[in-house]
T-cell receptor
Framework: DTEVTQTPKHLVMGMTNKKSLKCEQH?????MYWYKQKAKKPPELMFV???????INESVPSRFSPECPNSSLLNLHLHALQPEDSALYLC?????????????FGPGTRLTVL | AQTVTQSQPEMSVQEAETVTLSCTYD???????LFWYKQPPSRQMILVIR??????QNATENRFSVNFQKAAKSFSLKISDSQLGDAAMYFC????????????FGKGMKLTVNP
């Protein structure tokens, strides 16, 4: 299995809702990432988990809460989002134990906040 | 700090012809890696090609090859025999070595392939 899967593919939520995004990989990768991507822009790094521990938080607002229950799974919990948070949310994974970290991306969750 | 610059926001190429996408970067690290990622419309971002900075030989993957000029900090991507499926956003990315966990992306370039 050489892919990263993300669910749901699309999500529409109100500003008072609580929802979660899910990401899964079965490549034995030890590093997992959350990115936010606006249309025709590069991905912006949000969080990095390395060996199930949060290693990088790019000053992301607390309405985004990451969780890594195990080495294969990564969640992003959403609460009280703003319309400007509407974007494509990408998950990625990488081996984490090599000199370079070639990242494998999932297809993303397209989030719309009303 | 690392930076990656893609100065051309859009390019177009005729099917079967060759196109070169430019990318320059800046880093103070001696050990780093460069990547080209492709993101077709509404589809997944995939790795096209990777270049290790310590390797002098330019990387090649089928129709895709790079021209890595380390002294000039340039990393261009050549696509030969362009196909309609090559139409996508292309992102150049840099990772400083030693497992930095961070990819620094350029702004991206939209490639259109005309039939």
């Amino acid at each position: 299995d050489t892919e990263v899967t993300q669910t749901p593919k699309h999500l529409v939520m109100g500003m008072t809702n609580k929802k979660s995004l899910k990401c899964e990989q079965h490549m034995g990768h030890r590093a997992m990432y959350w990115y936010k991507q606006k249309a025709k822009k590069p991905p912006e790094l949000m969080f990095v988990y390395s060996y199930e521990k949060l290693s990088i938080n790019e000053s992301v607002p607390s309405r985004f809460s990451p969780e890594c229950p195990n080495s294969s799974l990564l969640n992003l919990h959403l609460h009280a989002l703003q319309p400007e948070d509407s974007a494509l949310y990408l998950c990625a994974s990488s081996p984490g134990d090599t000199d370079y970290n070639e990242q494998f991306f999932g297809p993303g969750t397209r989030l719309t906040v009303l | 700090a690392q930076t990656v610059t893609q100065s051309q926001p859009e390019m177009s190429v005729q099917e079967a012809e060759t196109v070169t996408l430019s990318c320059t970067y800046d880093t103070s690290e001696s050990d780093y890696y460069l990547f080209w990622y492709k993101q077709p419309p509404s589809r997944q971002m995939i790795l096209v090609i990777r270049q290790e900075a310590y390797k002098q030989q330019n990387a090649t993957e089928n129709r895709f090859s790079v021209n890595f000029q380390k002294a000039a900090k340039s990393f261009s991507l050549k696509i030969s025999d362009s196909q309609l499926g090559d139409a996508a956003m292309y992102f150049c990315a840099l990772e400083a070595g030693g497992g930095s966990e961070k990819l620094v992306f350029g702004k991206g370039m939209k490639l259109t392939v005309n039939p």
